[in-house]
């Protein structure tokens, strides 16, 4: 069996380095790149292939939430593993909803990091007890139309506005009023993070 290749996402290059030397010790481990910024990290990303990227949240020219959007978009076999500072974030949901497979505060112990990459990368999801109390505090699900709910599974299912409006018989503009509110309803930025949060409360079937 291969080793577990892992891409390190983080502004401070101490960090970076001190991670990577700790997993130099792990036999089935291998950091593959190191990126300063969120950029970077999803063109190494495109270019490496990574089975982990250990992605920090607050980067330079683009975020760690972005960076996370962007990478499972182009890399869908690629496991995103958020360390952050702050636990309570509200960029920790972000990241979640935009397609993190897990998130750890950066001061856990080192086998709880390094048994945390180990499931992210056979598919499991790992989140640190504060991290879980902040995603168990969120909002409750909110109310959708029947319209609602259906614009919503036709967006999971990658139509445009023009499309939706086709199969609903109504107008583009009455199709991204009905998305606009969805949105708002879910504290989603855009569709990827809408359909997202949708999956994870369990409002569409799958």
Known sequence: MGKTRILL????????????ALLAYEKDLVVVGEAEDGEEAVQLAQKLSPDVVLMDLMMPRMDGVEATRKIRAACPSCQVLILTTFGTSADVSRAIASGAS???????????????????ATGGKVFSQEIEQTIKEEPSVPTFTQKQLEILHSVTRGLTNAEIAKQFDISTDGVKQHV?????????????????????????KT
């Not at 996402?9 to 990577?20: E, K, Y």
């Not at 897990?102 to 992210?120: E, H, L, N, S, T």
């Open 180 to 204: 606009m509110a969805i949105f708002k309803k879910l504290g989603a930025a855009n569709r990827s993070e809408a359909v997202a949060i949708a999956l994870r409360k369990h409002l569409l």
């Open 102 to 120: 897990g998130a750890v505060m950066k001061d856990i112990g080192k086998d709880d990091i390094i048994d945390a990459i180990r499931r992210v």
């Open 9 to 20: 996402a983080d502004d401070h290059s101490i960090v970076r380095m001190g991670i990577s």
